[in-house]
């Protein structure tokens, strides 16, 4: 089992950037491939990235590719979302989740964060 807690979040104008870290609990976080998901505002929540166990394998979300980098560092176990270029369409609530496969489906991933609030304005 893994706990996970989001932070970074903030107010930031168009086209600036934030990083988000994803601390988690627990010796295990290593064995979890991560991913981060985002739910705007009346909107369903949907997959922003995914990276494997070991870093070497990433995947994006059409509408974040070249502007957000996942990575991870298993020895602090902590999950990172370095978000370029923000625009107002990414306003939302970031969730960190850890799970089994690198899927952009939410099934695929058992523990989830609280959320953490980014807001870009124009």
């Known amino acids: 089992q893994v706990q996970l807690v989001e932070s970074g979040g903030g107010l930031v104008q168009t086209g600036g950037s934030l990083r988000l870290s994803c601390a988690a609990s627990?010796?295990?976080?290593?064995?979890?491939?991560m991913g981060w998901f985002r739910q705007p505002p009346g909107k369903e929540r949907e997959f922003v990235a995914a990276i494997d166990r070991w870093g070497w394998s990433r995947s994006y979300a059409v509408f974040v590719e070249g502007r957000f980098t996942i990575s991870r560092d298993n020895a602090r176990n902590t999950l990172t979302l370095q978000m370029n270029s923000l625009k107002p369409e990414d306003t939302a609530v970031y969730y960190c989740?850890?799970?089994?496969?690198?899927?952009?489906?939410?099934?695929?991933?058992?523990?989830w964060g609280q959320g953490t609030q980014v807001t870009a304005s124009s």
């Open positions: 627990g010796r295990t976080f290593s064995t979890y491939v």
């Open positions: 989740a850890a799970g089994r496969s690198t899927s952009q489906s939410e099934a695929e991933y058992d523990y």
